[in-house]
C-alpha cells in the first residue's frame, strides 16, 4: 500500500512537471510579445524604449536559463511576481483559490443531485420516450456554450428579473447564478456517466433477482443498480474537479467574479508566464491528487476491490 | 483494518438520507438567500459604481500605459495643469501659473498653496521635483513618462512654491504633458517605496478620492477625500466630492455591462459599444462622447513592402478611400479624418482638400506608375500584386469600416485584406513588423504627438530607414508654443505626412461612456478619461 501511493506520487510529480514544461514551450512557441501587450494598442512607443522594457523584466534571456530559473524557484514553492500586476504570484493564487472553490462547490451542490436525478429518473421510467427525452438531456446542455448559457441566465434573472446581482460580489446572492451555470453541464456530466452505468446494471440478473423478492422497479434502482453503477462516477470525480476549473475560466470572466479561472484567462491573454506556470503547477497538482484519492477510496465503496487487494 | 472499514461504510450508509436531506436543503437555502438579499438593491446618493472594461494590474500612473489603471490612478492624482477636451487650451490646476524660457528648454511653476496629500505631507516644490525625478528615474518602466521627459535635464525647488524644469532640447510637448495622468503628483512617501510595491499596495495622491481597496478582477474601491478643495478650474465646483465611495467594478464583458446599467446595477459604463450605442434614447441612461485629441485612426503603411516602397501607390490608395462613406459605420462622436490630427487638437486644421475622394486621379497614378489590371481585377507589376493585408487586434470595433475600405479599393484595383488577430498575435506580429498595413491612432492633446509615430525614430510602424523632412518638420513643432508658429509647424508636418503618403488618415476616434439618468456631473477630460470630483447620484 504505501509502495503503491509512492509510486503514484511520484507519477504525479512528474504529471506536474511536464505540465510546466509544456506551458514554458508552448509559451515561446506562439507568437506573442507580452511588453508590447502591455503597453497596449493605444499607445505608440519608441521602439528602443520597449526593448529597453523588455530588458527590465529578463525578457531577453536566454530561453533554458528563464526555464532553469523557474524551475528552481518554483521548487521551493516561490513561483516569482507576477509580470502583469507585480504581485506575488503564489498569494494571488492564494486570494483566488476560496472564490472558485466556493463556485465549484456551489455548482457541486446542484450538479450532482441533478444529475443523479437525471440518471435515476431515465433508469426508473418504463415510458420509452421519456427516457429517450432524459437519455438525450445530458448530450443537449454539454454542447450549449457555457458563455451563452451565463448571459442567458443574466438577461433572465438580473437584467429581466432583479433577483440576483451580475457582479460577483461577496455573499450568496452573487453565487447562485455563477454556480448554476456551471451546473448545468456539470450535471450533464455526472448524469452522462451514471445513466451508462444504470443502463448496464439495470440488465444484470442480480435486479431480476431482486424484482423477483418484490423489491420495487423505484428500490431496485435505487437499492441495488445505483451503487454499482456509482463507482464509475466517482472515478470521474477528479476529471468533474478539472472540468470545473475549466468552466471556471468562462463563468468567472461572464460573472465578473476573481477566480482561478479569471486568472488563467487574464495569463493567457497578457502572456503573463509566472502567473500560468504558478496556475498550472496548482491546477496540475490538485487534479493528480484528487485522482490518488479517489483511487484509493474505491475500496471503500467497492467490497470486490478490498477483498482483492487483501 | 477491514474491520474497520466495514463499520465506517456501515455508518456511511445510515448517513446517506441523511447527507441527501442537508443538500437539498443547502440547496433551498441558497435561493432564497440570494432571493432576500437581492430585492434591497443599492443606497442612492452617497455611492457610484461604475463599470470598468478590463482589469486593472498597476495602478501607480508614474508606471503604467494601461487605459484600465490610468482612468482609476485619474481619480486619485492631481497634476500641474489642466486641459481644456473642447479648446486644447492649458489651465491651471496645482499650478496657478507657469512661464516658458526660449526655446522651451525651461518652465517655470508657480504652486498652488495649501495643497497635501492624503497622507497628510504638503504638496510643495520639493515633492514636485522629487515626483519629475522619479519618472526620469524609471526609465524604461515608465514608457509614457519617458516620452513625456524626454530630454528631461532636472528640475529644482527655487522656493517652496516655485519649481522651475529644465530640458537638455526643446520640448514643447511638457506643458501639455504636466496635464496628463502619467506625470501626476504622489506623495513623497509613496515615491520612497519601489516601484513593485507602488503597483502592488496602497498610493497616497493629492486628488479628489483615496483608495480603500483593489480586489484583483473584480473592483477598485476609492473614498471621497474630505477636505478636497483644490480641483482643476475646469471643475464646475471645486470641492470634496460629491459622493462618498466611487467603486471601479471590473467587467470585461461588454453585454454584461450594458445590461448592467440599463438594469441600473452600474451607474456608468465607461465603455459602451458601438452596436449599443443605438439603445440610447431620451429616456433612461445616456451617452457621453468625446472625440479624442491626437493623431487620427490612420492606415500606416509597412514602407519596406517593395509595392508600399512606391510613393504612387500609397498616395493612389488615400485617393481611392471614400472617407465620408465611413460616417455611418462610426460610433457617437466619431467622424471622417479632416487632418493627421483630430479637430481638437491644438495645431489642427481642417485639411481635407487633401484628403479628397479622388478615384481617376488614383487609377491615373498606378496607370503612370506601372500598374496593371491582372486577370482577377487585382493591378500587377512583374511579379508584384497590389495585394496587402491590414493585421488589427479583433478586439477593435472598426473591422466593418475596414471591410468598406477593402470594397473602396478594389475598385481601383488594389486589394486590402483586414485581418483581426487575437491581441497576443497581433502585438507579435506587430512587433516584428511582419504587416503590410496597421491602422493606429493615439491620444494626445499636443501636435507633437506626431512624434511618436511618425519619425525614423520613433515607434515608426512604417518602418522608415531614411530621416526626410517629415523628421525634420515635426521636430520643430517641440521648439515653439506660441499657437501661430506651432500651426505653421504643423502645417509643414502635416504636408509632409500626407504627401509621402506615410500615413493615410481614416476618421476620428472618440471616447463614449454610458450614465444612469441618476448620474450627473461626470464629465471626459482632453483625454477622454471621466473625471468623477464633480459627480453628483440623484436618490
Known amino acids: ?310 | 483494518m477491514g474491520i474497520g472499514i466495514v463499520g465506517f461504510r456501515a455508518r456511511a450508509h445510515r448517513l446517506v438520507p441523511v447527507l441527501r436531506l442537508i443538500s437539498v436543503l443547502a440547496c433551498g437555502a441558497v435561493l432564497v438567500a440570494g432571493c432576500a438579499t437581492a430585492d434591497a438593491g443599492r443606497p442612492a446618493g452617497d455611492a457610484l459604481t461604475v463599470g470598468l472594461a478590463a482589469p486593472v494590474s498597476c495602478l501607480d500612473p508614474h508606471q503604467t500605459p494601461q487605459t484600465s489603471n490610468l482612468h482609476v490612478s485619474r481619480q486619485l492624482v492631481d497634476s500641474l495643469t489642466d486641459q481644456d477636451p473642447r479648446t486644447g487650451e492649458i489651465v491651471p490646476w496645482l499650478a496657478t501659473s507657469w512661464q516658458v524660457g526660449e526655446e522651451a528648454k525651461r518652465f517655470t511653476f508657480t504652486l498652488r498653496d495649501g495643497v497635501t496629500f492624503s497622507d497628510g505631507t504638503p504638496l510643495d516644490a520639493a515633492a514636485v521635483v522629487a515626483n519629475l525625478d522619479d519618472i526620469a528615474k524609471l526609465g524604461a518602466r515608465s514608457p509614457l513618462g519617458a516620452g513625456y521627459l524626454a530630454g528631461y535635464a532636472g528640475a529644482s525647488a527655487l522656493d517652496a512654491k516655485t519649481v522651475e524644469v529644465r530640458f537638455d532640447v526643446p520640448s514643447g510637448q511638457f506643458l501639455q504633458a504636466t496635464s496628463m495622468v502619467t506625470l501626476g503628483m504622489l506623495s513623497p512617501g509613496t515615491l520612497g517605496k519601489t516601484p513593485e510595491q507602488r503597483c502592488a499596495g496602497t498610493l497616497a495622491g493629492s486628488g479628489p478620492f483615496v483608495l480603500d481597496r483593489v480586489a484583483l478582477n473584480e473592483e477598485v474601491r476609492l473614498s471621497a477625500r474630505t477636505g478636497y478643495a483644490w480641483a482643476s478650474e475646469l471643475a464646475t465646483h471645486r470641492g470634496a466630492p460629491r459622493v462618498r465611495t466611487l467603486t471601479f467594478a471590473i467587467v470585461t464583458d461588454p453585454s454584461v455591462r450594458h445590461g448592467s446599467l440599463l438594469s441600473g446595477q452600474l451607474d456608468a459604463d465607461l465603455q459602451v459599444l458601438e452596436q449599443n450605442q443605438r439603445s440610447f434614447g431620451e429616456q433612461g441612461p445616456r451617452l457621453l462622447s468625446g472625440t479624442r485629441p491626437g493623431i487620427v485612426f490612420t492606415l500606416l503603411p509597412n514602407e519596406t513592402r517593395p509595392a508600399l516602397h512606391d510613393l504612387s501607390v500609397r498616395r493612389a490608395i488615400g485617393a481611392a478611400l471614400d472617407r465620408s462613406r465611413f460616417a455611418p459605420l462610426l460610433a457617437a462622436g466619431e467622424r471622417p479624418a479632416t487632418d493627421v490630427l483630430a479637430t481638437t487638437t491644438p495645431g489642427y486644421a481642417d485639411r481635407s482638400a487633401d484628403l479628397a475622394y479622388a478615384p481617376d486621379e488614383a487609377v491615373r497614378l498606378l496607370d503612370a506608375a506601372g500598374w496593371r489590371r491582372g486577370p482577377d481585377g487585382v493591378r500587377v507589376k512583374g511579379s508584384q500584386r497590389l495585394s496587402f493585408e491590414l493585421v488589427y487586434s479583433a478586439n477593435e470595433p472598426y473591422g466593418s469600416v475596414y471591410q468598406l475600405m477593402a470594397q473602396q479599393l478594389a475598385e481601383a484595383g488594389i486589394e486590402l485584406r483586414p485581418t483581426p488577430l487575437d491581441d497576443a498575435t497581433n502585438s507579435a506580429r506587430q512587433g516584428a513588423g511582419d504587416y503590410d498595413f496597421v491602422s493606429w491612432a493615439v491620444t494626445r492633446g499636443d501636435p507633437t504627438v506626431l512624434a511618436t509615430v511618425y519619425p525614423v525614430r520613433s515607434a515608426n510602424p512604417q518602418r522608415r530607414t531614411k530621416p526626410d523632412e517629415v523628421d525634420s518638420t515635426i521636430a520643430e513643432i517641440a521648439t515653439v508654443l506660441d499657437p501661430a508658429e506651432r500651426a505653421e509647424a504643423v502645417a509643414a508636418a502635416a504636408e509632409a505626412i500626407i504627401s509621402g503618403g506615410h500615413g493615410i488618415p481614416l476618421f476620428e476616434q472618440a471616447s463614449s461612456i454610458g450614465l444612469a439618468a441618476r448620474v450627473t456631473g461626470v464629465r471626459l477630460d482632453a483625454s477622454g478619461r471621466p473625471i468623477f470630483q464633480d459627480a453628483e447620484v440623484r436618490a
Not at chain 1, 120 to 140: E, N
Not at chain 1, 274 to 301: E, I, N, Y
Request: net charge positive; charged share 15%; no cysteine.
Open chain 1, 1 to 310: 500500500m504505501t509502495r503503491f501511493v509512492a509510486r503514484r506520487l511520484a507519477q504525479a510529480a512528474a504529471v506536474v512537471l511536464a505540465a510546466y514544461t509544456l506551458t514554458f514551450a508552448a509559451f515561446h512557441l506562439l507568437p506573442a510579445d507580452p511588453v508590447q501587450i502591455m503597453i497596449g494598442p493605444q499607445n505608440a512607443v519608441d521602439q528602443a524604449r520597449v526593448a529597453a522594457l523588455r530588458a527590465e523584466y529578463g525578457l531577453d534571456r536566454p530561453a533554458a536559463e528563464r526555464y532553469l530559473d523557474g524551475l528552481l524557484g518554483a521548487l521551493r514553492g516561490d513561483f516569482g511576481t507576477s509580470f502583469q500586476t507585480g504581485r506575488d504570484v503564489g498569494a494571488t493564487i492564494a486570494e483566488a483559490a476560496p472564490r472558485t472553490l466556493a463556485l465549484a462547490g456551489g455548482a457541486l451542490l446542484v450538479a450532482i443531485p441533478l444529475g443523479f436525478l437525471i440518471a435515476w429518473s431515465a433508469a426508473h421510467t418504463r415510458r420509452v420516450w421519456l427516457r429517450r427525452l432524459l437519455g438525450a438531456l445530458p448530450g443537449l446542455s454539454l454542447s450549449v456554450p457555457t458563455f451563452w448559457l451565463g448571459l442567458v441566465l443574466l438577461q433572465a434573472f438580473s437584467f429581466g428579473l432583479p433577483l440576483f446581482p451580475a457582479r460577483g460580489e461577496d455573499g450568496l446572492a452573487g453565487l447562485v447564478l455563477p454556480a448554476v451555470t456551471l451546473a448545468l453541464p456539470s450535471s450533464a456530466f455526472v448524469a452522462q456517466v451514471l445513466l451508462e452505468r444504470l443502463t448496464v446494471e439495470m440488465r444484470q440478473p442480480y435486479v431480476d433477482t431482486a424484482r423477483a423478492k418484490g423489491a420495487s422497479r423505484a428500490r431496485a434502482v435505487t437499492a441495488h443498480a445505483l451503487r454499482n453503477a456509482a463507482m464509475p462516477a466517482l472515478t470521474m470525480t477528479a476529471l468533474l474537479a478539472g472540468w470545473l476549473l475549466a468552466g471556471s475560466v468562462v463563468v468567472e470572466t461572464v460573472f465578473a467574479r476573481n477566480g482561478l479561472g479569471r486568472l488563467i484567462e487574464s495569463a493567457v491573454t497578457t502572456r503573463d508566464l509566472s502567473m500560468l506556470q504558478g496556475l498550472v503547477v496548482v491546477s496540475t497538482a490538485v487534479v493528480t491528487l484528487l485522482t490518488l484519492a479517489v483511487d484509493l477510496a474505491h475500496p471503500l465503496v467497492d467490497p470486490r476491490l478490498r477483498e482483492r487487494a487483501a
